[in-house]
């Protein structure tokens, strides 16, 4: 157990001050540099490259928010007196990332609405990273030891790599909902991911075919997604 004096943000802190290179803390700032650094090469793209770069941000951040949801917000409720409030306020902004991928997709490139959807998408995931770094994880720091964390660290990093990597704005944010559906989610996610990086190279005979795949593993996913089941456990600001 740590002490109770209060923490500054885990972006200040060292790799010992979290609890060693293992600690949750460490991947989770990790992965929040990796994504500065993809939303600074976002700034300015366009057209195709504008895609490929959103395709490795979202694979990046809904791993990693699934697994949040998923491994670390059900400890946080259970140890922290605030918890409740402190993880359905990301859970608010993780439902909306979803919600604004789901539009830029949907919308395409040509969508007139796209430069304000892309330009509140970055501002969401700017705020979300802020909330956790500088509100949620020193909480956490300070009701969980080293040991604790490696543990978590552990946990949540498995189950980032095995997790869906797109949108899935009508999924529960919480269990039992969001564990129902993550293994076929996370198949046809995956294999959408494969698709779509090979359309972008692929010769224009043979791109439309790949097109066509793409959407109906979408269409799939969607009627995985409305399920009774893979609805369950939201609270009432992220149902829907």
Request: glycine fraction near 8%; charge should be negative; aromatic fraction near 2%.
């Amino acid at each position: 157990m740590t002490s109770s004096t209060p923490r500054r943000s885990i972006a200040d802190q060292t790799v010992e001050e979290l609890g060693g290179p293992g600690s949750v803390l460490v991947r989770q700032r990790r992965d929040h540099v990796e994504l500065d650094r993809l939303l600074h090469e976002l700034e300015g793209t366009q057209g195709t490259a504008q895609e490929e770069v959103l395709q490795r941000v979202d694979r990046l951040v809904f791993a990693h928010a699934f697994a949040e949801e998923a491994v670390l917000w059900p400890v946080m409720r259970r140890l922290l007196p605030d918890g409740e409030a402190l993880t359905l306020r990301v859970e608010e902004e993780h439902q909306e990332v979803n919600e604004l991928v789901s539009a830029l997709e949907e919308g395409g490139l040509d969508d007139p609405r796209r430069p304000a959807r892309l330009a509140r998408l970055v501002e969401v995931l700017r705020e979300d990273v802020r909330d956790e770094e500088d509100l949620l994880f020193p909480q956490l720091q300070q009701v969980a030891g080293p040991a604790q964390l490696g543990r978590l660290g552990r946990r949540w990093d498995l189950v980032r790599r095995v997790a869906p990597t797109r949108p899935h704005p009508t999924v529960a944010r919480r269990p039992p909902g969001n564990a129902l559906s993550a293994l076929p989610l996370t198949v046809l996610d995956r294999a959408r991911d494969l698709v779509d990086s090979g359309v972008r190279w692929a010769p224009s005979s043979v791109a439309p075919v790949g097109r066509a795949l793409s959407r109906g593993l979408a269409g799939v996913a969607g009627l995985v997604e409305r399920t009774g089941p893979a609805r369950t456990g939201d609270q009432p600001p992220t149902h829907r």
